[in-house]
């Protein structure tokens, strides 16, 4: 973990996270946590995130998502190097490594 980002704003802000208890809830959390284009870059890195475990090339992961080289390098870095965070969260959501 990060020490950087383990401070007591941050942990508040898991706790609460933790408190939301439905998509509306998070929906509504998030509007007003996030501006719109915070939250469609969080959305996108996800997005590229599950492409990049599908094997996707670049090339199609920045034509279907519009990231950019550098976001998809970076969430590849996270993905291969990181806290697998994201693998943890894949696995809950029961979505397998595969071509498709």
Do not use: P, W
Not at 6 to 30: R, W
Request: glycine share 4%.
């Amino acid at each position: 973990m990060n020490k950087k980002i383990k401070t007591e704003a941050v942990e508040h802000l898991f706790d609460a996270i933790l408190c939301l208890q439905s998509k509306e809830e998070c929906y509504s959390f998030f509007e007003d946590l996030c501006t719109v284009n915070e939250l469609l870059s969080l959305s996108q890195r996800f997005e590229v995130a599950a492409m990049l475990r599908r094997h996707r090339t670049y090339l199609d992961i920045a034509e279907k998502t519009g990231a950019s080289t550098a976001t998809i390098s970076r969430v590849n870095r996270s993905l291969n190097y990181g806290n697998d965070g994201y693998e943890l969260i894949f696995n809950r959501l029961g979505e397998e490594k595969k071509d498709s």
